[in-house]
């Protein structure tokens, strides 16, 4: 996704349907709010599919990186099992403004510039330094010097409900 990509921002719901919800337009918040809420909320939860179609949602930390929320994991976790079978998934977080459901497809990093944007993120946002080499991700300040896996969550469509419970925007990627 490039980083002059903007989604279309709709009205969740319409006159049908909306009551109690806003159908006013100038309602209809812009992305830039919601990439502001993925991008400074302490954590996220992640929801994944697991192989037998069963959901599986588990807290994350979560930075913005190669224009897109992005995780890191151990490849054995039932996050990375399920991702790499099926990577549709959904991240929610919860901000002051808005409450956000991240609809996307997550890929495993590979590409050693992406590795290294999305440490460097890891490292400003918590202090979790990683540690790359031959390919691999490394969290030397434990024992072992364990391997993660970086995800990328490609947004498809996102879902923000405002502060006052009766404000909706979609966005459509």
């Not at 896996?149 to 923000?160: E, L, N, T």
Request: charged share 20%.
């Amino acid at each position: 996704m490039s980083s002059d990509l903007t989604p279309l921002a709709e009205l969740l719901f319409s006159e049908a349907d909306a009551v109690p919800m806003s159908i006013d337009p100038a309602t209809v918040k812009p992305w830039s709010e919601a990439r502001a809420c993925l991008e400074t909320a302490p954590k996220g939860w992640l929801s994944t599919v697991r192989p037998d179609g069963r959901p599986h949602a588990m807290p994350v930390m979560l930075v913005w990186a190669g224009q897109a929320p992005c995780i890191a994991t151990r490849p054995s976790s039932r996050k990375a099992r399920n991702l790499a079978i099926n990577g549709h998934c959904v991240m929610a977080v919860s901000g002051t403004e808005l409450d956000l459901m991240v609809e996307g497809v997550a890929t495993l990093l590979h590409d050693s510039v992406l590795q290294r944007e999305v440490a460097a993120a890891f490292l400003a946002k918590y202090q979790w330094e990683f540690s790359l080499r031959d390919g691999f991700v490394h969290d030397d300040s434990l024992p072992g010097s364990p391997e993660y896996a970086f995800y990328r969550i490609a947004p498809v469509r996102a879902y923000g409900y405002g502060a006052d419970g009766l404000t909706a925007t979609r966005w459509r990627f």
